[in-house]
Protein backbone atom coordinates (compact mmCIF):
# COMPACT_ATOMS: atom_id res chain seq x y z
CA UNK A 1 0.00 0.00 0.00
CA UNK A 2 1.19 3.25 -0.81
CA UNK A 3 0.96 5.26 2.40
CA UNK A 4 1.38 8.78 1.00
CA UNK A 5 -2.07 10.03 1.36
CA UNK A 6 -3.79 7.43 3.74
CA UNK A 7 -5.62 7.75 6.77
CA UNK A 8 -3.90 5.81 9.58
CA UNK A 9 -4.66 5.83 13.99
CA UNK A 10 -2.21 4.69 16.18
CA UNK A 11 -3.20 3.22 18.94
CA UNK A 12 -0.78 3.81 22.08
CA UNK A 13 0.97 5.82 19.79
CA UNK A 14 2.02 9.41 22.41
CA UNK A 15 5.45 7.23 23.45
CA UNK A 16 7.46 4.32 22.38
CA UNK A 17 7.23 2.51 19.98
CA UNK A 18 3.54 3.72 19.15
CA UNK A 19 4.69 7.06 19.13
CA UNK A 20 8.04 6.45 16.51
CA UNK A 21 5.91 4.59 14.54
CA UNK A 22 2.53 7.19 14.13
CA UNK A 23 6.34 9.40 13.30
CA UNK A 24 7.18 6.98 10.69
CA UNK A 25 4.28 6.84 9.08
CA UNK A 26 3.66 10.32 8.74
CA UNK A 27 6.75 11.12 7.44
CA UNK A 28 5.41 8.70 4.70
CA UNK A 29 3.17 11.30 3.90
CA UNK A 30 0.08 9.73 6.18
CA UNK A 31 -2.31 11.55 8.13
CA UNK A 32 -2.07 10.38 11.43
CA UNK A 33 -4.31 10.10 14.58
CA UNK A 34 -2.98 8.96 18.23
CA UNK A 35 -4.98 7.37 20.45
CA UNK A 36 -3.04 6.78 23.68
CA UNK A 37 -3.67 7.56 27.52
CA UNK A 38 -0.96 10.25 27.52
CA UNK A 39 -2.05 13.70 26.29
CA UNK A 40 1.13 14.53 23.24
CA UNK A 41 -0.75 17.64 23.21
CA UNK A 42 -0.93 17.32 19.33
CA UNK A 43 -4.36 18.48 17.10
CA UNK A 44 -5.04 14.36 16.04
CA UNK A 45 -4.72 12.92 19.57
CA UNK A 46 -7.59 11.57 21.17
CA UNK A 47 -7.86 10.26 24.28
CA UNK A 48 -8.92 6.51 25.20
CA UNK A 49 -8.77 4.00 27.79
CA UNK A 50 -8.36 0.96 25.67
CA UNK A 51 -10.42 -1.58 27.99
CA UNK A 52 -13.10 0.87 27.82
CA UNK A 53 -14.66 -1.05 24.69
CA UNK A 54 -17.51 0.65 24.01
CA UNK A 55 -15.55 4.31 24.68
CA UNK A 56 -13.07 3.38 22.49
CA UNK A 57 -15.41 1.86 19.96
CA UNK A 58 -16.44 5.63 20.10
CA UNK A 59 -13.21 7.69 20.00
CA UNK A 60 -11.80 5.83 17.25
CA UNK A 61 -14.92 6.68 15.35
CA UNK A 62 -14.55 10.29 15.56
CA UNK A 63 -10.70 9.84 14.71
CA UNK A 64 -11.92 8.10 11.81
CA UNK A 65 -14.40 10.62 11.03
CA UNK A 66 -11.93 13.59 11.92
CA UNK A 67 -9.59 12.14 9.63
CA UNK A 68 -11.69 11.72 6.77
CA UNK A 69 -11.41 7.26 6.46
CA UNK A 70 -9.01 4.53 8.06
CA UNK A 71 -6.20 2.57 5.83
CA UNK A 72 -3.70 1.84 8.22
CA UNK A 73 -4.50 1.25 11.85
CA UNK A 74 -1.45 0.17 14.26
CA UNK A 75 -2.16 -1.09 18.01
CA UNK A 76 0.70 -0.73 20.60
CA UNK A 77 -1.53 -0.23 23.59
CA UNK A 78 -0.84 -2.65 26.15
CA UNK A 79 1.24 -3.84 29.09
CA UNK A 80 0.42 -6.18 32.05
CA UNK A 81 3.78 -8.00 31.90
CA UNK A 82 4.57 -6.98 35.94
CA UNK A 83 0.67 -8.12 37.27
CA UNK A 84 0.10 -11.80 38.22
CA UNK A 85 2.98 -14.04 38.90
CA UNK A 86 3.62 -17.63 38.88
CA UNK A 87 0.62 -20.01 38.07
CA UNK A 88 1.06 -21.17 41.80
CA UNK A 89 2.92 -19.56 44.42
CA UNK A 90 3.94 -18.14 47.83
CA UNK A 91 0.77 -16.34 48.02
CA UNK A 92 -1.36 -19.62 46.05
CA UNK A 93 -2.98 -19.58 42.61
CA UNK A 94 -2.33 -17.05 40.30
CA UNK A 95 -5.35 -14.37 40.90
CA UNK A 96 -7.75 -14.52 38.44
CA UNK A 97 -8.72 -11.35 38.48
CA UNK A 98 -5.11 -10.26 37.62
CA UNK A 99 -5.20 -12.73 34.51
CA UNK A 100 -8.27 -11.50 33.32
CA UNK A 101 -7.36 -7.90 33.37
CA UNK A 102 -3.99 -8.55 31.18
CA UNK A 103 -5.99 -10.98 28.94
CA UNK A 104 -8.45 -7.66 28.48
CA UNK A 105 -5.75 -4.93 28.09
CA UNK A 106 -3.90 -6.76 25.35
CA UNK A 107 -6.58 -9.24 23.77
CA UNK A 108 -9.59 -7.82 24.21
CA UNK A 109 -8.51 -4.36 23.64
CA UNK A 110 -6.61 -5.51 20.95
CA UNK A 111 -9.38 -7.44 18.84
CA UNK A 112 -11.86 -5.25 19.82
CA UNK A 113 -9.86 -2.19 17.76
CA UNK A 114 -8.91 -4.57 15.16
CA UNK A 115 -12.49 -5.01 14.36
CA UNK A 116 -13.64 -1.83 14.26
CA UNK A 117 -10.43 -1.02 12.08
CA UNK A 118 -11.88 -3.01 9.74
CA UNK A 119 -15.04 -2.22 9.41
CA UNK A 120 -14.18 1.14 8.53
CA UNK A 121 -11.52 -0.08 6.53
CA UNK A 122 -14.32 -2.06 4.37
CA UNK A 123 -15.83 1.00 3.18
CA UNK A 124 -12.51 2.52 1.00
CA UNK A 125 -12.08 2.27 -2.40
CA UNK A 126 -9.77 -0.75 -3.08
CA UNK A 127 -6.32 0.37 -4.75
CA UNK A 128 -4.92 -2.27 -6.34
CA UNK A 129 -7.50 -4.41 -4.35
CA UNK A 130 -6.28 -3.57 -1.19
CA UNK A 131 -8.31 -1.49 1.35
CA UNK A 132 -6.52 -1.48 4.62
CA UNK A 133 -3.68 -3.03 6.50
CA UNK A 134 -3.91 -4.10 10.36
CA UNK A 135 -0.46 -4.14 12.73
CA UNK A 136 -1.17 -5.68 16.26
CA UNK A 137 2.04 -6.08 18.69
CA UNK A 138 2.66 -9.60 20.32
CA UNK A 139 5.57 -10.34 22.34
CA UNK A 140 8.41 -12.36 22.46
CA UNK A 141 7.13 -13.82 25.84
CA UNK A 142 4.61 -15.20 23.15
CA UNK A 143 7.25 -17.70 22.33
CA UNK A 144 8.63 -18.07 25.48
CA UNK A 145 7.86 -16.57 28.63
CA UNK A 146 9.49 -16.27 31.49
CA UNK A 147 8.61 -17.22 35.32
CA UNK A 148 5.58 -15.08 36.41
CA UNK A 149 4.58 -13.79 33.02
CA UNK A 150 1.92 -16.72 32.39
CA UNK A 151 -0.82 -14.04 32.02
CA UNK A 152 1.33 -11.82 30.00
CA UNK A 153 2.41 -14.76 27.72
CA UNK A 154 -1.36 -15.99 27.14
CA UNK A 155 -2.03 -12.59 26.46
CA UNK A 156 0.42 -12.12 23.86
CA UNK A 157 0.36 -15.26 22.38
CA UNK A 158 -3.50 -15.03 21.21
CA UNK A 159 -2.66 -11.54 19.46
CA UNK A 160 0.42 -13.76 17.72
CA UNK A 161 -2.29 -16.65 17.23
CA UNK A 162 -4.92 -14.76 15.71
CA UNK A 163 -2.95 -12.92 12.88
CA UNK A 164 -3.55 -15.54 10.54
CA UNK A 165 -7.49 -16.41 11.04
CA UNK A 166 -8.40 -12.82 11.20
CA UNK A 167 -6.26 -12.02 7.56
CA UNK A 168 -8.56 -15.40 6.50
CA UNK A 169 -11.64 -13.17 7.29
CA UNK A 170 -10.59 -10.19 5.89
CA UNK A 171 -9.07 -11.26 2.73
CA UNK A 172 -11.70 -11.00 0.61
CA UNK A 173 -11.72 -7.00 1.99
CA UNK A 174 -8.42 -6.67 0.64
CA UNK A 175 -7.67 -5.76 4.20
CA UNK A 176 -3.94 -7.34 5.63
CA UNK A 177 -3.60 -8.48 9.14
CA UNK A 178 -0.02 -8.53 10.49
CA UNK A 179 1.96 -8.66 14.09
CA UNK A 180 5.05 -7.61 15.91
CA UNK A 181 6.79 -9.92 18.31
CA UNK A 182 9.37 -7.46 19.76
CA UNK A 183 12.02 -8.15 22.42
CA UNK A 184 13.33 -6.15 24.90
CA UNK A 185 12.76 -1.95 23.45
CA UNK A 186 14.24 0.60 25.16
CA UNK A 187 10.76 2.40 25.56
CA UNK A 188 8.85 2.77 28.96
CA UNK A 189 9.98 0.96 31.65
CA UNK A 190 13.40 -0.22 30.25
CA UNK A 191 13.94 3.43 28.50
CA UNK A 192 17.40 4.92 29.93
CA UNK A 193 18.55 1.37 31.10
CA UNK A 194 22.31 1.51 31.19
CA UNK A 195 24.34 -0.40 28.83
CA UNK A 196 25.77 -2.95 31.47
CA UNK A 197 22.38 -3.74 32.13
CA UNK A 198 21.07 -4.17 28.66
CA UNK A 199 23.89 -6.44 27.66
CA UNK A 200 22.99 -8.98 30.35
CA UNK A 201 19.08 -8.51 30.07
CA UNK A 202 20.26 -9.23 26.04
CA UNK A 203 22.68 -12.45 26.42
CA UNK A 204 20.68 -14.36 24.43
CA UNK A 205 20.59 -12.30 21.40
CA UNK A 206 22.41 -13.69 18.13
CA UNK A 207 23.52 -9.98 17.15
CA UNK A 208 22.79 -6.89 18.01
CA UNK A 209 23.07 -7.25 21.44
CA UNK A 210 21.18 -4.31 23.30
CA UNK A 211 18.08 -3.28 23.63
CA UNK A 212 15.68 -2.39 20.35
CA UNK A 213 15.35 0.98 19.55
CA UNK A 214 11.47 2.18 18.95
CA UNK A 215 12.58 3.73 15.37
CA UNK A 216 13.12 -0.14 14.41
CA UNK A 217 10.09 -1.38 15.36
CA UNK A 218 8.47 1.83 13.37
CA UNK A 219 10.46 0.92 9.98
CA UNK A 220 9.09 -2.49 10.33
CA UNK A 221 5.48 -1.29 10.46
CA UNK A 222 6.16 0.70 7.40
CA UNK A 223 7.91 -1.88 5.00
CA UNK A 224 4.44 -3.94 6.64
CA UNK A 225 2.46 -1.54 5.39
CA UNK A 226 4.53 -1.23 2.08
CA UNK A 227 4.52 -4.83 0.98
CA UNK A 228 1.24 -6.51 -0.35
CA UNK A 229 2.51 -10.02 -0.22
CA UNK A 230 3.15 -9.65 3.56
CA UNK A 231 0.10 -10.68 5.41
CA UNK A 232 -1.62 -13.77 8.24
CA UNK A 233 1.78 -13.58 10.05
CA UNK A 234 3.47 -12.37 13.45
CA UNK A 235 7.31 -11.67 12.83
CA UNK A 236 9.77 -11.62 15.40
CA UNK A 237 11.60 -8.49 16.10
CA UNK A 238 14.20 -10.09 18.10
CA UNK A 239 17.87 -10.20 17.32
CA UNK A 240 17.51 -13.75 16.98
CA UNK A 241 16.78 -14.15 20.89
CA UNK A 242 15.66 -17.98 21.36
CA UNK A 243 14.54 -19.37 25.17
Do not use: W
Not at 39 to 59: L, M, Q
Not at 129 to 138: F, L
Not at 189 to 200: C, L, S, W
Request: one cysteine or more.
Amino acid sequence: MNIAGKKAVVIGGASGLGSATAEALAARGADVAILDQADTGGERFYPVEVTDFSATEAVLLQAVTDLGGLHIAVTTAGGGATLGGRTYGDDGPHDLDAFRAVVDLNTVATFNISRLAAMHMSRNTPEDDERGVIINTASLAAYGGQPGLVAYSAAKAAIAGICLTMARDLGDLGIRVLAIAPSLFASGMTAGVPDDIATKLTVGAAFPHRLGRPDEFARLAVAMVDTPMLNGQCIRLDAGVRR
